[in-house]
Each structure stands twice: as C-alpha cells, then as structure tokens.
C-alpha cells in the first residue's frame, strides 16, 4: 500500500468528523428553531413533572417502602423525556424528511449517507441529555431528589436506552405512510405504551397490568432508569435483566430499519 493511499484514508476521519459537527449544527438549529417542535419534546416533560410534583405533595407509595411519589417521578420522566426524543420525535421527523423530498434529495446530495446517520443520532442525543439535566436539577433543587447514586449505572442506562429507542423510532417510521398520520400514531402507540407501564402511576408488583407490561420495553426503561438512584433497599444500580430487554428490542428494530427503511416519499 502506498503512502499515499494510506494518507488519504487517514484524512477521511476528520473529513467525516467536520461533516458531521457542521451537519449536527444544522440539525440542531432546525429542532431549536421549531419552537413548537421544541416544546413538545423538551418543555412537556418538565411540566409535567412540575405539575405532578406540585399535586404529589407529601404523597408516599406504600408497596415500595413509602417512597415518595415525587422521588418515583423524577427519574421516571427522565426516562419520558428519553423515549419522546428518541422515539416519537424522531420518528416523526424521519417521516415528514421522506414525504417532502428531503431524505431523497440529501440521499443524492454530495453529503454521504453515513454522516447523515450519525448526525441525526448525535443530534437526537443531544435534546435527550438536555432533557436529562434539566428534570435532574428540578428533581434535586425543586423536590429534593438526590442525583442518582451509581452515575457510571445511570450513564450505561442512558446508553442503551437512547440507542435501542433512536432504532424504534427509524423502525416505526418505516410502517407509518404519510405525515399526516405520523403524529396520531407515534403519539397514541406512546402514551398507551406510557399508561401501560405505569409512569403517571406506580404499578403493583405481580398485577396483571404490570405482567403484561413486561413484553414492551417501556416499563423495562423505566425500572432501569430508576435503579441507580437506589430509592429502594436491596435494589442493585445495575438493571442488567431490563438493559437486556431494551436492548433486544433495538436489536430487532435495527433489523427492521435496515430492512425496510426508504428514502424516498411514498406518494405516487
């Protein structure tokens, strides 16, 4: 191999990474500059956890040693505010990016397919992890929740969860046929989801609710995220039996995205 050869395919790495930075920076600014978008994705979970921290009160949960409603909350909203940027809004902008023309066009474009990927994931990453700090600063400053005690625990949490429900979201929008029904479906599949494992009340253990809710990964991500922060005794920071659930369903969505994912619009 020449030298030549060898440093060319050295310079494709920062190449890639300047493309990416700049692509991330567009992505960025179109999500922040659609206000409505925004607020959606960010602010809805910050008020709801304000409001149901404001009606929770003193409010104890008796079959999870008294824990406080508000201390159940807090990372359970972390994890609502994970799963709405990953899943719903990403899924909803992939499908409104295909409908118009715009994946089709940047599929054609000198912008390479991959670059675009990672883009577009670190970007969703970026609004989950702002979501993150700030529910984690109302939980510690407003209700007096303390961080999570195991960070390391939390960071491989946030991991597996942002990465297994950014492929959920690419895997759903895949069946969805037009923007028109992007909203309606990804929002009522979440929130049933949401309803199902308990988020806006804690579920019995050994109930019939929570047995079912066990075949979907929403209650396995909300049981993770709330490990580390050990409200309860005996409880390990480490949800491996849950991580694993999450993440065999990204695997699966995974294949299915690859498999069925199109850039261009449906529309005849």
């Known amino acids: ?19 990416i930075a700049h692509q991330v920076r567009y992505e960025q600014l179109a999500f922040w500059l659609n206000r409505v978008g925004a607020i959606f994705t960010v602010v809805f979970s910050v008020l709801f956890l304000v409001m149901l921290g404001a009606s929770a009160g003193q409010a104890h949960i008796s079959f999870l040693h008294h824990l406080k409603l508000i201390k159940y909350y807090v990372p359970g909203f972390v994890a609502y505010g994970i799963m709405s940027a990953c899943f719903t809004t990403l899924a909803i902008n992939l499908v409104v990016r295909r409908e118009t023309g715009q994946l089709k ?3 054609l474009s000198p912008l390479p397919s991959r670059v675009l990927v990672v883009a577009i994931f670190v970007s969703t990453t970026i609004v989950s992890l702002v979501q993150v700090a700030l ?7 407003g209700y007096a929740v303390n961080f999570p005690v195991s960070w390391l625990a939390f960071a491989l949490v946030l991991l597996v969860g942002i990465v297994s429900f950014s492929a959920m979201g690419v895997a759903i929008s895949t069946v969805i046929p037009n923007q028109e029904t992007a909203g309606p479906v990804t929002s009522i599949v979440f929130f049933v989801l949401l309803f199902l494992a308990g988020l806006w009340f804690p579920l019995s253990p ?9 075949y979907f990964p929403v209650l396995h991500f909300i049981k993770a995220v709330n490990a580390p922060f050990e409200f309860q005794p ?6 491996w039996h849950d991580l694993l659930i999450i993440a065999l369903w990204g695997v699966v969505a995974v294949i299915v995205a690859v498999r069925k994912f199109k850039w261009a619009p449906r529309r005849s």
Not at 135 to 141: E, M, N, P, Q, V
Not at 234 to 239: E, K, L, M, R, T
């Open 1 to 19: 191999m020449s030298a030549s050869t060898t440093t060319s395919r050295r310079s494709l790495v920062p190449h890639d990474v300047r493309l």
């Open 105 to 107: 066009r940047l599929r």
């Open 135 to 141: 529910l984690l600063l109302i939980g510690r400053f």
């Open 206 to 214: 050994h109930s019939g609710l929570e047995k079912f809710s066990n």
């Open 234 to 239: 005996g409880v390990s920071p480490w949800a």
